[in-house]
């Protein structure tokens, strides 16, 4: 069985600075995509300050609208909530989702984390386990969110399940990354993709090289990750041009998967 992934940071769906809306961008990108499953972070699913309409914002709220691009099952995780609303992460999926938790990750109040967990059952396969994190800006928070995310899946989450762990994991330094293989036996999909031509010019940097995702004007960051167990990597990619940097700070990482 063949499934594409995608995690994809869609910054609340607008510009920080005039607030425009950018999530029929974002809505378009999905649909060229073409993911089976889709791993959201920074989903506003509530803003009252927005008027429907108004600098064309939809009317509907932000998930519901994501989903018309041809997700009949979703699931959302508030992770912050404020006076005039409330973000979190986000699941999309063509199919069945028959459970879903979200946990408060936070390591200190002024940044609300969560991770997102949820089941999905496609027809013939084995249930296959989704958690969408988004991780904290200090160092100390993000080996903190890592070690519980993975004491919840060994704790959680039968070793043989097939799993997708994916995400914005702020991992610049690469320390959450050494700390999730070294514990829960994953791979992160960008190990089979193609390298970017500063790990081609300087191959010793770093053993695995994580695609580059962030600012999506100029991708320099690696802080966008899909962890697998249980699945086969077939492709890895990052989408480049200038579409991509009107639709998030962000660019989606997509992955090509295989189950047995």
């Known amino acids: 069985m063949k499934l594409r992934a995608v995690t994809y940071n869609i910054c609340k769906g607008a510009t920080g600075i005039a607030g425009r809306s950018r999530v029929h961008d974002v809505r378009l990108a999905l649909h060229q995509i073409d993911a089976d ?37 979703h699931a959302y995780g508030i992770n912050s909530i404020y006076a005039h609303g409330h973000h979190g992460n986000a699941i999309l999926s063509r199919y069945p989702i028959t459970s879903y938790a979200n946990h408060d990750i936070s390591d200190h109040v002024l940044e609300r984390r969560g991770m997102l967990h949820a089941v999905v059952e496609p027809a013939g396969v084995a249930a296959i386990h989704l958690i969408c994190v988004h991780f904290g800006l200090v160092k100390g928070s993000r080996l903190r969110q890592a070690r519980f995310v993975s004491d919840f899946v060994e704790q959680e989450i039968p070793h043989g399940s097939p799993l997708i762990l994916a995400g914005d994991f702020n991992d610049w330094q690469r320390r959450v990354d050494l700390e999730l293989r070294r514990r829960l036996d994953v791979k992160e999909v960008s190990d089979v993709g193609e390298p970017g031509w500063i790990d081609r010019l300087m191959p010793w940097r770093q053993r695995h090289p994580a695609a580059r995702t962030f600012p999506s004007i100029a991708p320099w960051l690696q802080l966008d990750r899909i962890y697998v167990r249980g699945l086969d990597v077939r492709y890895s990619h990052v989408p480049r041009g200038p579409s991509w940097t009107r639709r998030s700070d962000h660019v989606p990482l997509i992955a090509d998967l295989e189950l047995g």
Do not use: C, I, K, M
Not at 46 to 51: I, P, T, W
């Open 37 to 73: 499953l889709v791993f959201l972070q920074e989903v506003q699913d509530r803003n009252d300050r927005r008027q429907p309409g108004r600098l064309q914002r939809p009317a509907a709220p932000q998930l519901d609208y994501l989903a018309t691009s041809g997700y009949s099952h």
